[in-house]
């Protein structure tokens, strides 16, 4: 049900996209601009979410033979980049105007913002089920937070502009949005980046995880553990045990299904590769250099 709730959501926010446009345009609002940018930049980014969920759920094949999971990570990365990126164009704009205000319609403001608003809580409530489960919902999710709160902004400096022709009202809410969409779109981008880049799992322990190990009678050491996720939600491990005996094969097996499925139970790595040997791997490092 995701797909379809993003899918729905991609549709309302690149049609409030074009009514915040015309009405930037005709108010001569940049706060309005910027939020329109602002969506229309969300409606791209809720589009390639849309498109890396789709694709995610293809099966691993000969070329891809780890899935395709992790384009959805990508995603999400490229989304939070881009949001800095305008920000930053935002952020011009702003100082600019600030320093040259000009005559905004007020009420033509407040009533597009309004009507952006609605649209956007509406994306919003969608997409709150799955934004814990998802890194890329929670992308899209961002975007949307943002252009609600944005839309909010957008609503208060308007009245203020209707009622006391306060122009430098207009760049400061420009200002407070793009704060607000920098703030969340670092948080992304280091939590996708760690992904693409095959960093521990948060809440991971190396050293915790070799304990675990070690604890078992036929181990005499770990090593060269690896630990990444795929995705959001898919942990993979893989190591070296070095036995303390020379066992045979079919109590290998079993030593070998005890620390897996001890891994899963105890720390939620569902894809465990465990190399065993016995006193055969020259370097005992926990963490291999090479």
């Not at 991609?10 to 939020?35: A, C, H, K, P, W």
């Not at 992308?139 to 308007?158: E, K, P």
């Amino acid at each position: 049900m995701s797909g379809k709730r993003l899918g729905f959501s991609v549709v309302l926010n690149l049609t409030i996209t074009v009514v915040q446009i015309v009405g930037g345009i005709l108010s001569n609002s940049l706060s309005l601009l910027s939020d329109a940018v602002h969506n229309l930049s969300d409606g791209v980014a809720l589009w390639i979410a849309y498109i890396a969920n789709k694709v995610a759920k293809k099966v691993a094949n000969k070329e891809m033979t780890f899935g395709y999971k992790r384009v959805e990570i990508l995603a999400a990365f490229v989304n939070a980049l881009t949001l800095v990126l305008i920000c930053g164009y935002l952020v011009y704009e702003a100082v600019f105007k600030f320093a040259n205000p000009e005559t905004i319609d007020g009420s033509l403001m407040l009533i597009i913002a309004t009507i952006g608003l609605l649209a956007n809580l509406i994306s919003v409530v969608l997409l709150q089920k799955d934004k814990d489960h998802n890194i890329n919902i929670k992308a899209a999710y961002v975007h949307l937070m943002g252009d609600t709160l944005s839309s909010v902004a957008v609503i208060i400096g308007g009245i203020l502009i209707w009622l006391y022709d306060v122009y430098w009202v207009d760049p400061i809410v420009t200002l407070l949005i793009c704060a607000y969409i920098f703030y969340h779109s670092i948080d992304i981008l280091k939590e996708s980046g760690r992904i693409l880049m095959q960093s521990k799992p948060h809440g991971m322990s190396v050293e915790e995880i070799s304990k675990y190990i070690c604890s078992f009678d036929e181990v005499e050491n770990v090593h060269h553990i690896h630990l990444w996720s795929l995705g959001d939600n898919d942990t993979y491990m893989e190591c070296h045990v070095d036995l303390n005996q020379d066992l045979k094969l079919s109590e290998v097996d079993e030593v070998r299904h005890n620390i897996a499925h001890g891994l899963e139970d105890k720390f939620h790595i569902h894809h465990a590769t465990i190399q065993t040997e016995y006193n055969c791997c020259e370097e005992k490092d926990l963490i291999s250099g090479h």
